[in-house]
């Protein structure tokens, strides 16, 4: 997946929100393509695991908690350069310092409360990717399995 996939999740405030449309068209309109796409809830043994990264931090548990708070919106998305291309599209983590016309100024609300998730490296996407989505369920522009 190197180079040309990103993984992302539509938060629990923007699901509930009812933005998920308004982040697509916007991940649509950067030029990203849809590999797979799915709306699940995290049970809290998920959420734990997806975020384990961050166990020692003071945050972890509210994080577990806020991801298990309602239902999200995962997704693995393809372009080149993907992982930058898509951390530029979403915006710094905090609303208020996030570039204009970015999807974390328009539909964030708070630090905690931002909207989208956005892997960090070529290496996390994959990860996250394959903890979301089996590859039977990942899908070239032509309807066939990616893998």
């Avoid at 994080?63 to 992982?83: F, Q, R």
């Amino acid at each position: 997946m190197s180079g040309s996939y990103t993984f992302t999740m539509i938060k629990p405030d923007a699901v509930q929100a009812g933005n998920i449309g308004g982040i697509l068209n916007m991940i649509n309109e950067g030029g990203f393509r849809i590999v797979a796409m799915k709306l699940t809830k995290l049970t809290k043994r998920q959420a734990e695991v997806f975020y384990e990264i961050h166990q020692e931090r003071p945050f972890y548990g509210e994080l577990v908690e806020y991801m298990t708070s309602g239902p999200i919106v995962a997704a693995i998305l393809e372009k080149d350069n993907a992982v930058e291309a898509y951390r530029e599209l979403i915006g710094a983590t905090d609303p208020t310092k996030a570039a204009e016309g970015t999807i974390r100024k328009k539909f964030a609300t708070s630090i905690a409360a931002n909207a989208v998730h956005g892997s960090d490296s070529d290496d996390n996407a994959k990860i996250e990717s394959d903890f979301f989505f089996p590859r039977l369920e990942r899908f070239t522009a032509e309807g066939e399995s990616c893998y």
